[in-house]
Structure formats: structure tokens, C-alpha cells
């Protein structure tokens, strides 16, 4: 970002702080919390101390802290009812910074679309089945429709034979 020029770096910035409620902890590398601030409240966070075990108060950072690589990225954590952070987690000299980004909007616009692709698999499968239990229904429609075929046939040339016969037998002649 420093090859930005300096009204840009600060629109990024003031669109982040609108849009994003950012809000930050620092711990040391036993998860004790040393500085914070921003939006945290926000994200459910408060009442926060020195030396606070951050583990007993941020659930899902059990597990994370110590951190183990350069960085962690965590997106779309619940933090509170209804609301969703991206959680950027990140060792420096002065310990391990932990980022929270609202991402609320995006989540719940994350869901709504997995929800309309379930409904559209829904919808998919019944077509299927229903597509199958059609071409079944046509195959027994075939099927009836050969059989009386047949049988209309049958019973065609029985009545052309009989005819024929008619014609041939002089005394069934004389008698119509």
C-alpha cells in the first residue's frame, strides 16, 4: 500500500473504519492481552483487562494462540449472535495481533446464496425423479400401446381371413 498515493491510503482507510468496524487485540505469546481497541463491543467484546487470558473470553482463539506460523486467517466467525468477523491473527515483535474485520453482510449474502444453490439442488433432484418416474410412466404406455397394437393387428387378419373365407365359400354366398 505504500506505492499508493496518500489521499487514496487515507479513502482505503476511512472506507475500512466505515464499512468494516475494525477492532484489534495484542497478546503476548502466553494469550495474555496487552493492548486493544477499536470496535470491539461491536463484535461482543467487553469489560477487557491487562493480563487477561483471552482464551477464557474469545472462544475461538482456543486452540489458535500460540500461534504456530507467520499468520492465520479465520473468515466469517460468529463473534455474537448475527454477527461475523474475519479474524486475521498475526505474530510481530510486540507479540500476536489478532484483526477483526466485520463481515456480516458478506456472510449473510455467503449463506443466502449456499441456501438458493440447496434449494436449486432440491429443485433438481425432484426434477430428476420426477423426469424418471415419467420415462418409466411412458415405457408402460409403450409397452400397453405395443400389446393392443398387436392384439388390433391380431384381430385384423383373423376378420381378413374370415372375409377372405367368405368370399370363397359359394354357399356362404348364396345365403347373403
Given amino acids: 500500500?505504500?506505492?499508493?498515493?496518500?489521499?487514496?491510503?487515507?479513502?482505503?482507510?476511512?472506507?475500512?473504519?466505515?464499512?468494516?468496524?475494525p477492532a484489534y487485540l495484542l497478546v503476548t505469546e502466553n494469550g495474555l492481552l496487552i493492548e486493544w481497541g477499536g470496535e470491539?463491543?461491536?463484535?461482543?467484546?467487553?469489560?477487557?483487562?491487562?493480563n487477561l487470558d483471552v482464551?477464557?473470553?474469545?472462544?475461538?482463539?482456543?486452540?489458535?494462540?500460540?500461534l504456530e506460523s507467520d499468520s492465520v486467517f479465520l473468515p466469517h466467525v460468529l463473534t455474537?449472535?448475527?454477527?461475523?468477523?474475519?479474524?486475521?491473527?498475526?505474530?510481530?515483535?510486540?507479540?500476536?495481533?489478532?484483526?477483526?474485520?466485520?463481515s456480516t453482510v458478506a456472510t449473510a449474502r455467503q449463506q443466502h446464496m449456499q441456501q438458493k444453490l440447496f434449494n436449486s439442488r432440491l429443485e433438481v433432484t425432484d426434477l430428476?425423479?420426477?423426469?424418471?418416474?415419467?420415462?418409466?410412466a411412458n415405457a408402460?404406455?409403450?409397452?400397453?400401446?405395443?400389446?393392443r397394437t398387436?392384439?388390433?393387428?391380431?384381430?385384423i387378419l383373423q376378420l381378413k381371413q374370415?372375409?377372405?373365407?367368405i368370399r370363397r365359400d359359394p354357399k356362404i354366398q348364396r345365403e347373403n
Avoid: C, H, N
Fill in 55 to 66: 482464551s477464557e473470553r474469545i472462544p475461538f482463539l482456543v486452540g489458535v494462540l500460540p
Fill in 140 to 147: 408402460v404406455l409403450e409397452q400397453l400401446v405395443s400389446e
Fill in 150 to 155: 398387436a392384439e388390433l393387428s391380431q384381430t
Fill in 40 to 50: 470491539l463491543e461491536s463484535y461482543g467484546f467487553k469489560d477487557l483487562k491487562d
Fill in 80 to 102: 455474537k449472535p448475527d454477527v461475523f468477523a474475519d479474524v486475521y491473527i498475526f505474530g510481530r515483535e510486540q507479540g500476536t495481533w489478532i484483526l477483526l474485520l466485520d
Fill in 128 to 136: 430428476v425423479r420426477e423426469g424418471d418416474s415419467l420415462y418409466k
Fill in 1 to 21: 500500500m505504500r506505492y499508493l498515493p496518500l489521499p487514496i491510503r487515507d479513502f482505503i482507510l476511512s472506507l475500512t473504519d466505515d464499512m468494516l468496524s
Fill in 162 to 165: 374370415q372375409i377372405a373365407e
